[in-house]
């Protein structure tokens, strides 16, 4: 979609690109996405009294580029400086571009800049750079959910908005109550998108079906609240039927229009033997966990999975990129807080890994890995050099290529496991989750 609308960019409408946007047309499509990105930030800091918005497409990739500020801000102060940007953009499409702004040396500027980087602590970092912007735009949820946090520390109270639903196949749905809490984002179906259809969708331990069994197509108007579907779309670009593999929940109506709650993938993240752990279970429980790192100034950046079966019984394997909210502080984390941290993902997740844990004794006590700064960064630049867009890349909360596996293996720094067995009781065999 994104790339759709860059390329819809003529020189009969750029005129509105050009209203919108801080950053040129051809900086925003330069193939090189470093020196874009650097450019990209170059334009806003120049321009900071303009901008009034900012925004990335997921939350993920926002915070990446408060990353990339924290790494070059006292090189991009040094370009506002000297009015002169740095050699290695050598990219005529970028250099074309920020040549219209950084036409002089402007210390004033580059002084104000440096003093709010240059602060114990970033938060509120977005707010004081750009002091009139009103809101950071990008897709917080589902999984970007458990992004906010980092979100809300940086941007000092600005508003966190997610103004649409949309996929490569195309727009799904509206939120038309954009200052809505990051939590409760519902999007509004538009109908006339796409023809759309929907598969309910049923977890196999609580439903007991045979998958084998073709699931009931529903239509658009006999959704009800509370239900969780996966969208089916029929498109006029030519898809037919198409499943989207998302997660839906009903919330309620606009009208006659249903809106949805993202939940997430529908798709088993990780299994063992009988358990079966969603993309929801594993974000829920991560979520619950890394509650207990706040009141050690911890924060943690990103995380992926994946089961471990190099020994019996197999268990299940977190890789945790921490961070500090103090600027520069080193990163010492208590084993204890980490164990304890890898018991609350245990203990939060359903009765059937919980029975394996304690019952059966066919899991393994979970493992907490935590990586390097910058780990999920490489993982990211793999996969784009596989041909992922950028745009779109979301980290995958469960990672089986092997090649990948080596890159979070060999960014490893300490590896925790948890101590304690979680609790499980013989009447949670037949409740409901």
Request: with cysteine.
């Amino acid at each position: 979609m994104i790339t759709c609308v860059l390329k819809s960019v003529t020189p009969a409408n750029k005129f509105i690109w050009e209203r919108i946007q801080i950053s040129p047309h051809e900086i925003a499509t330069c193939p090189d996405t470093t020196q874009s990105m650097y450019c990209q930030l170059l334009c806003g800091l120049i321009q900071r009294g303009n901008v009034s918005r900012l925004g990335a497409p997921f939350a993920s990739s926002f915070l990446k580029v408060i990353n990339f500020l924290g790494d070059h801000w006292s090189e991009l102060c040094s370009n506002i400086r000297t009015g002169r940007v740095s050699d290695w953009i050598k990219d005529a499409q970028c250099v074309s571009g920020i040549s219209k702004f950084l036409t002089a040396p402007n210390p004033e500027l580059a002084s104000i800049i440096e003093r709010e980087c240059t602060k114990k602590s970033w938060e509120a970092i977005v707010r004081r750079l750009w002091p009139n912007a009103k809101c950071i735009e990008a897709v917080v949820t589902g999984s970007m959910s458990q992004y906010i946090p980092m979100l809300e520390f940086y941007g000092g109270g600005l508003p966190v908005i997610s103004l649409f639903y949309g996929s490569s196949e195309c727009l799904f749905g509206l939120n038309i109550n954009p200052l809505s809490k990051p939590c409760d984002v519902s999007y509004t179906t538009v109908p006339s998108m796409a023809y759309f259809e929907f598969l309910e969708v049923k977890k196999d331990q609580e439903a007991g079906q045979d998958p084998s069994v073709n699931p009931v197509v529903i239509d658009l108007v006999d959704v009800k609240i509370g239900h969780d579907y996966e969208p089916v779309v029929t498109t006029f670009s030519g898809l037919y039927r198409y499943r989207l593999g998302d997660v839906l929940r009903v919330t309620g109506f606009y009208n006659n229009a249903p809106q949805f709650h993202f939940v997430g993938r529908n798709k088993v993240v990780l299994s063992i033997d009988m358990d079966k752990t969603y993309e929801e279970d594993l974000l829920n429980a991560v979520t619950n966990a890394k509650l207990l790192l706040e009141p050690h100034e911890l924060v943690l950046i990103d995380f992926t999975s994946r089961v471990d079966f190099s020994s019996y019984p197999g268990h299940y394997v977190l890789y945790w990129e921490l961070g500090s909210k103090v600027k520069d502080k080193k990163l010492q984390p208590d084993p204890k807080v980490l164990e304890e941290c890898c018991f609350t993902v245990e203990e939060s997740l359903d009765s059937v890994y919980r029975k394996g844990r304690k019952n059966d004794k066919n899991i393994g006590p979970l493992e907490i890995k935590v990586v390097r700064r910058g780990a999920f960064d490489e993982l990211m630049n793999f996969f784009v050099s596989r041909g992922t867009s950028v745009s779109q890349y979301k980290t995958p909360r469960s990672v089986k290529n092997e090649e990948a596996l080596k890159i979070m293996e060999a960014t490893v720094v300490s590896k925790y496991f948890s101590r304690k067995i979680p609790s499980w009781e013989l009447h949670e065999l037949h409740s409901s989750r």
